[in-house]
Nanobody, 116 residues
């Protein structure tokens, strides 16, 4: 069983920065993806960024240039550095451990609120 815990959310003014952290623990595969999703009120959950065990990463176009994903395999941690935040970035941010379609785990989410 895998547990995923996010941290680092909060309230920030537009133009500010936040660094989200996510730690995975338990029965971790030797190769797995760690992804960040977000869900704004009334909207579907959407992928923000993802990174593999060997550091191959992808950031979705709508946050590219502002958000950066990184990973510390020794600590089983993934980070989402969010800069130049906008009010439309307000959402609950979720971290996901993903090994395959039958082996994935969501965290409980962390709230990010960007005030204008």
């Amino acid at each position: 069983q895998v547990q995923v815990v996010e941290s680092g959310g909060g309230l920030v003014q537009a133009g500010g920065s936040l660094n989200l952290s996510c730690v995975a623990s338990g029965r971790l595969s030797s190769f797995y993806l760690m992804d960040w999703y977000r869900q704004a009120p009334g909207k579907q959950r959407e992928l923000v960024a993802g990174i593999t065990s060997d550091g191959v990463s992808n950031v979705e176009d709508f946050v590219k240039g502002r958000f950066t994903i990184s990973r510390d395999n020794a600590k089983n941690k993934v980070y989402l550095q969010m800069n130049s935040l906008k009010p439309e970035d307000t959402a609950v941010y979720y971290c996901q451990y993903w090994r395959d379609t039958n082996d994935y785990t969501w965290g409980q989410g962390t709230q990010v609120t960007v005030s204008s």
